[in-house]
């Protein structure tokens, strides 16, 4: 896992060096696994810990660690008008949980320079503010998130379900993959659009002229997802993370993150959109 110290301190305050927060990752569990650049620390994820996959999941344990005070973001649009625009319909029992919001009348630039720094630090290209938000929420959080441009759509739904025969999608790298049956796919007008937690397509991706996107935030059966990832041979973020077990609730925290990030820092309106979900949580008996 990749993290760069001045994100980890947006959570917390640490006065230490970048060695000795080193070696207090070490003794966390999260071993230096290559020496250290400047202020940015590679750290060796062995375990089946989908929270060591998040900057806030290793600030929070490095607080626990050395005692001092950590502070999550602020999440402010928690409750939304509901306007259901794009109908979800499920017919795969790969998905868990699945939520859509609208965002309307944006602003498609760059992002502030807060943002494109840690994902400079952390590795991944600067692109427009939209998608370095779903990206930069994506590492902050560990949740995976997909923005589309309404206005590429021909229908107004999206029909998560299980690939055919033949089918393919050009992905957002302009790269055709053919598509082996069984794949989770998002699809629009019978189209593939997106591999379901693996990556997106082409044809509905946000671009400087887009002004009305729909969010999405999915939770979806990770065996499953990592089995098409491997088939297809498609190894990138969104994998990493969709891949290992994460919190259906993480869903909730991401879309809302994104949001808030959106409203700040392209405009626009947001609504509630459609949502599904098919995950009853178990509570731990004391």
Not at 143 to 165: G, M, N, W, Y
């Amino acid at each position: 896992m990749i993290v760069p110290i001045r994100w980890i301190k947006d959570y917390l305050t640490t006065h230490k060096t970048p060695k000795e927060i080193a070696k207090s990752f070490t003794e966390i569990g999260l071993m230096l696994d290559r020496p250290i650049n400047g202020e940015v620390l590679d750290l060796e994820h062995r375990m089946d810990r989908a929270d060591w996959l998040s900057i806030l999941g290793c600030a929070r344990d490095f607080a626990a660690f050395e005692d001092i005070k950590f502070s999550e973001p602020e999440l402010k649009s928690t409750e939304l008008e509901k306007r259901t625009e794009l109908q979800i319909h499920v017919k795969s029992d790969k998905v868990n949980k699945f939520r859509t919001r609208i965002i309307k009348n944006i602003q498609v630039k760059e992002s502030p320079k807060f943002i494109q720094e840690r994902l400079i630090d952390y590795g991944l290209p600067v692109i427009n503010n939209i998608v370095d938000i779903t990206n930069f929420v994506m590492v902050e959080y560990g949740q995976p998130l997909h923005a589309q441009d309404i206005d590429k759509f021909e229908t107004k739904e999206i029909v998560l379900r299980d690939s055919e025969t033949g089918e393919s999608i050009q992905t957002l790298d302009g790269t055709t993959t053919k598509l082996v049956e069984g794949t989770l796919v998002l699809t629009e007008s019978k189209k593939p659009i997106c591999i379901g937690g693996i990556v997106g397509g082409l044809r509905t991706g946000v671009t400087e002229t887009t002004k009305d996107i729909i969010l999405d935030a999915g939770n979806y059966h990770q065996a499953s997802i990592r089995k098409a990832s491997r088939t297809l041979n498609i190894r990138n973020e969104t994998v990493s993370r969709s891949e290992k077990f994460l919190s259906p609730e993480l869903v909730d925290l991401a879309i809302i993150r994104a949001t808030d990030l959106i409203l700040e820092h392209a405009g626009g309106e947001a609504f509630e959109n459609d949502d599904y979900e098919n995950y009853q949580p178990t509570p731990k008996l004391s």
